[in-house]
């Protein structure tokens, strides 16, 4: 039979799990007796955790309190924990990097060393992105609670070329690319799925009724929004290459690639200024051909004679 101490901290670790635990089920799990749960879920009750009693089921679910008590977490939930919070650190959420730091301090703390040793190797292999813009903490907590809940939003939305409109949604899920966070909804008023930069959103509360889910669009229609639907310029590429190695030079995040035929493939990609998009061309070491915009062959003509000029005499 496990020492007090120990039963408690067990007990504790099984209520954390989102479910409702009947006293012979919890009896059972610690290798005791249905009273000495009842005790010691009593003793919780007094260290500060809110264990409800669940009517008609003779259970017990860790609800929520005034105060946050103390957490445990397995080795897998402690790691992907401080995690995120090194990357909620890095600013994707307007405000919260103090405060991840101040966790991210506390958590690394009490690690064993074979988690701090797990976590470090991550952060040397993994390249986090920089230069998104931050979203504040309410809007992004406002929108989840929409999805969530099922709940039609209204918000005010700045396009990319700064004009203002009102838009009514189901939001669906929220997406987060590393560098920016999205929200892909079915637009009521176009009738059809479109994905909306959480930065430019701000959400009109209350929201609206529930409303029914409809059928998840496939991971194609996202990519599409997130790699260049929101932003000022959208271009199409025809690529003589195969897509499996196109697709090879283009991430999901930052275009999307069609096959055309065995030997042709169409890039769809976007950015904020079109010398980006030339660059990123012209790193391709593929043979291309802009389909458009033609802005974008113009941009490339002018970057052609820039860079020619540079290159001394023959």
């Known amino acids: 039979m496990l020492e007090t101490s120990a039963r408690l901290l067990k007990l504790l670790s099984l209520l954390q799990q989102p479910k409702e635990w009947s ?8 290798g005791v007796g249905v009273r000495t749960v009842r005790r010691d879920v009593d003793k919780l009750r007094n260290l500060g955790y809110p264990v409800d009693a669940v009517p008609g089921v003779a259970g017990y679910r860790l609800g929520s309190g005034a105060a946050l008590p103390p957490l445990l977490l397995d080795d897998d939930e402690a790691v992907a924990v401080a995690i995120g919070l090194r990357a909620a650190a890095s600013g994707t959420v307007a405000g919260t990097e103090e405060s991840s730091v101040r966790a991210l301090t506390k958590l690394e703390q009490v690690l064993p060393s074979r988690l701090r040793h797990r976590i470090e190797l991550l952060q040397q292999i993994a390249v986090t992105p920089a230069g998104g813009p931050s979203v504040q903490p309410d809007v992004l907590l406002a929108v989840a609670a929409a999805c969530r809940d099922r709940q ?8 990319h070329d700064g004009t203002a409109t009102t838009r009514t949604t189901e939001p669906h899920r929220l997406v987060h690319t590393g560098r920016r966070w999205y929200l892909v909804a079915w637009d009521l008023d176009r009738t059809d799925w479109r994905t909306f930069r959480l930065d430019r959103l701000e959400p009109r509360i209350p929201t609206g009724p529930r409303f029914t889910p409809r059928d998840v669009p496939d991971l194609t229609t ?3 929004g997130v790699a260049y639907g ?4 959208q271009a199409q590429i025809r690529v003589h290459a195969p897509a499996e190695q ?3 030079r283009f991430g999901p995040n930052v275009a999307t690639v069609t096959p055309i035929d065995e030997h042709t493939t169409l890039v769809e990609t976007g950015a904020n200024s079109l010398d980006q998009i030339a660059l990123h061309l012209g790193l391709l070491a593929l043979p291309f051909e802009v ?5 974008l062959i113009d941009c490339i003509r002018e970057l052609t004679t820039r860079l020619a000029a540079a290159l001394p005499p023959s």
């Open 23 to 30: 006293g012979s089920a919890l009896a059972d799990g610690l």
């Open 152 to 159: 039609r939003l209204r918000f005010d939305y700045s396009n």
């Open 291 to 295: 389909q458009s915009p033609p802005e």
């Open 222 to 224: 996202t990519n599409r």
């Open 230 to 233: 929101g932003y000022r310029y």
């Open 246 to 248: 196109v697709a090879d």
